[in-house]
């Protein structure tokens, strides 16, 4: 049986790819490398624009690379499948923003894709919804949990993304209950603010606190943060004492009221 083991984060596809290495596992993964919770989705070359925005750093291994269109590797995964089938795609997803719109997102991209598509929903690990925090052999035995969505239930799934792409909210998280919330990018602005003070303090230090005090459903990017820092740099509530090409090369403080 051949598997092709679907992720939308490179780190996730890097522990199943183990798993495989291990035999805990059959087939190959492939990562689409996104981020599905945050920004526009109507636009992959505006996607592309705006997830290149959110880096400091604007070259290395992350899901800003690549070419202009940041569609183009569920275009180039759709070919595969054709050239290439598989017995089962194997839709691996957590219970967080990113992997709730992920679902969806490939059933939007795989509609009348002819292949079976199987759906792992992945619990949360030491109450974190995320692939991440999983090690292969903890990941690998949620296999026999897999269930398999019908054209029915992928058409479906695909009518929702497509509604939510038709919103003009750019941040997307679930709530307690699993239910998709739409906020503005400024939703989290306050927890930035709250970590800085009027001392200066390195910004990766303030970055790295409001990660770790994030909502652990919906674990808050150090990019995103980054992202929303700069924002509050440019509109004057934060200062920062040195030119801001990484986010290790300076230090921030509240800006006088």
């Not at 303030?206 to 005090?213: K, L």
Request: glycine share 6%; aromatic share 8%; hydrophobic share 40%.
């Amino acid at each position: 049986m051949s598997d092709l083991h679907l992720t939308a984060s490179l780190p996730a596809a890097g522990t199943l790819y183990q798993a495989i290495k291990e035999q805990l596992l059959t087939g190959e993964t492939y990562a689409i490398n996104d981020i599905p919770g945050t920004g526009p989705l109507n636009d992959g070359l505006i996607r592309k624009e705006f997830l290149r925005s959110l880096n400091y750093v604007k070259k290395g291994t992350n899901w800003s690379d690549g070419g202009p269109d940041a569609f183009a590797p569920w275009l180039q995964l759709k070919a595969r499948l054709l050239d290439k089938p598989v017995d089962r795609l194997i839709i691996w997803a957590a219970g967080d923003g990113d992997d709730y719109v992920f679902t969806r997102m490939a059933c939007h991209w795989l509609e009348n894709v002819p292949v079976n598509v199987i759906l792992v929903k992945v619990p949360p690990i030491h109450d974190l919804y995320s692939l991440i925090f999983y090690s292969a052999d903890q990941l690998a035995p949620l296999i026999n949990q897999a269930v398999s969505l019908s054209i029915a239930e992928r058409n479906t799934l695909a009518r929702e993304y497509e509604n939510i792409v038709s919103r003009p909210e750019q941040l997307r998280e679930c709530d307690e209950h699993g239910m998709l919330q739409f906020l503005d990018l400024s939703a989290h602005d306050h927890e930035v603010l709250a970590r800085c003070s009027n001392r200066w303090k390195p910004a990766a230090r303030v970055i790295g606190q409001v990660m770790g005090f994030s909502d652990r459903r919906n674990n808050l990017d150090d990019a995103f943060i980054s992202s929303r820092l700069e924002h509050l740099i440019v509109t004057g509530q934060v200062v920062a004492d040195a030119p801001r090409t990484s986010m290790r090369d300076f230090r921030v403080k509240l800006a006088k009221k």
